[in-house]
């Protein structure tokens, strides 16, 4: 779908930049608060990502029969700062696919089997703590975001600094498409190119799940992340 960036509620923002200024694991991973369900038909209505008068509480949100189970997902706000504050980027989707349909929403998706292969942990810095459930989230976050985008949220092994908008062009271009059909893994890109994630750079800050009335569901982790100096998404 169409790919920009939009300027967003200030409030949202607020809080997700704050907790970026303290990237210390137990505190980004302490446990969730209740889950919030998002109507996210209501947020393509609105062409807004969310509000509080698009969610409800687990005890108002209406029930199915038979309920289907969400699948866990990973979403990923990118910000930058910008003349007027800050910016996130957003994706619009098509409006031919069956889930949220022409919605506002952040690059995410579900998480892939492969996303919690124990090979990926030495490649990821700040993780050790994390039980495998949230270490496939924290992974499939950075591969979503590069498959929908071509931004690589990654550095060099041993350097601090992310990847330079050239050397992840570069990285795009060898593995995206192929990345997208399966023919190469994410651990294959890592390993080809001597890098490590910045998963010690990502903070996760909310927790949605769909209504149980909705016909498909996930269970989504949402997470916040500063766009690499020099990198851009497409």
């Given at each position: 779908g169409e790919k920009y960036f939009h300027r967003l509620l200030f409030a949202v923002?607020?809080?997700?930049?704050?907790?970026?200024?303290?990237?210390?694991?137990?505190?980004?991973?302490?446990?969730?608060?209740?889950?919030?369900?998002?109507?996210?038909a209501g947020a393509a209505r609105a062409g807004a990502p969310a509000g509080d008068d698009l969610l409800s509480d687990q005890a108002n949100a209406p029930v199915a029969n038979t309920p289907v189970v969400p699948r866990p997902a990973s979403t990923v706000l990118l910000l930058r700062d910008a003349p007027r504050g800050l910016e996130g980027f957003m994706v619009a989707r098509n409006k031919?696919?069956?889930?949220?349909?022409?919605?506002?929403?952040?690059?995410?998706?579900?998480?892939?089997?492969?996303?919690?292969?124990?090979?990926?942990?030495?490649?990821?810095?700040?993780?050790?703590?994390?039980?495998?459930?949230?270490?496939?989230?924290?992974v499939s976050a950075v591969r979503e975001v590069f498959e929908e985008t071509g931004t690589f949220l990654a550095r060099r092994k041993g350097e601090v600094a992310p990847l330079n908008g050239g050397d992840a062009a570069v990285i795009a271009e060898r593995y995206r498409d192929n990345l997208l059909a399966e023919t190469v893994s994410l651990l294959d890109i890592i390993e080809a190119e001597n890098l490590e994630l910045l998963t010690d750079q990502i903070a996760r800050f909310a927790h949605w799940v769909t209504p149980e009335s909705r016909p498909i569901r996930f269970d989504t982790h949402f997470y916040v992340a500063v766009m690499p100096p020099g990198q851009g998404a497409e």
């Amino acid at each position: 779908g169409e790919k920009y960036f939009h300027r967003l509620l200030f409030a949202v923002f607020r809080y997700a930049h704050g907790a970026l200024q303290d990237c210390r694991w137990p505190t980004l991973f302490r446990a969730p608060e209740q889950p919030r369900y998002m109507d996210l038909a209501g947020a393509a209505r609105a062409g807004a990502p969310a509000g509080d008068d698009l969610l409800s509480d687990q005890a108002n949100a209406p029930v199915a029969n038979t309920p289907v189970v969400p699948r866990p997902a990973s979403t990923v706000l990118l910000l930058r700062d910008a003349p007027r504050g800050l910016e996130g980027f957003m994706v619009a989707r098509n409006k031919n696919i069956k889930f949220a349909s022409g919605a506002l929403v952040f690059p995410g998706g579900r998480v892939d089997a492969a996303d919690s292969d124990p090979r990926l942990r030495p490649h990821c810095a700040g993780v050790d703590d994390l039980d495998d459930p949230a270490f496939a989230l924290l992974v499939s976050a950075v591969r979503e975001v590069f498959e929908e985008t071509g931004t690589f949220l990654a550095r060099r092994k041993g350097e601090v600094a992310p990847l330079n908008g050239g050397d992840a062009a570069v990285i795009a271009e060898r593995y995206r498409d192929n990345l997208l059909a399966e023919t190469v893994s994410l651990l294959d890109i890592i390993e080809a190119e001597n890098l490590e994630l910045l998963t010690d750079q990502i903070a996760r800050f909310a927790h949605w799940v769909t209504p149980e009335s909705r016909p498909i569901r996930f269970d989504t982790h949402f997470y916040v992340a500063v766009m690499p100096p020099g990198q851009g998404a497409e």
